[in-house]
Nanobody
Framework: QVQLVESGGGLVQAGGSLRLSCAAS????????MGWFRQAPRKEREFVAAITWSDGSTYYAASVKGRFTISRDNAKNTVYLQMNSLKPEDTAVYYC?????????????????WGQGTQVTVSS
């Protein structure tokens, strides 16, 4: 089994930056794709970004493209989400997720494993 642990959330002013980390442990050889999702209060969980474990192909939601960057360090079994130019509407609990399939996926039902989430709050 694979365990995912997020870190790096916090409170930041609008225009600021944060970097989230998602460390995977356990049967990490079974991971092929990773994604970041977020859920704001009273809203449904939404896709943010995804990356393949093998060649590092990436895909972003339109709302974060150009501001967020997803990357991975295979040696550390860690995926990152660098968030720049943060806006109050980026406030949410951010979750990382893993799937044992190699292509990009932007729907939460396509992911099998989830972290516990980390809170990101952007003040105006």
């Amino acid at each position: 089994q694979v365990q995912l642990v997020e870190s790096g959330g916090g409170l930041v002013q609008a225009g600021g930056s944060l970097r989230l980390s998602c460390a995977a442990s356990g049967r990490t050889f079974s991971i092929y794709g990773m994604g970041w999702f977020r859920q704001a209060p009273r809203k449904e969980r939404e896709f943010v970004a995804a990356i393949t474990w093998s060649d590092g192909s990436t895909y972003y939601a339109a709302s974060v493209k150009g501001r967020f960057t997803i990357s991975r360090d295979n040696a550390k079994n860690t995926v990152y989400l660098q968030m720049n130019s943060l806006k109050p509407e980026d406030t949410a609990v951010y979750y990382c997720a893993a799937r044992p399939v190699g292509d990009i996926a932007d729907s939460d039902y396509e992911y099998e494993l989830w972290g516990q989430g980390t809170q990101v709050t952007v003040s105006s």
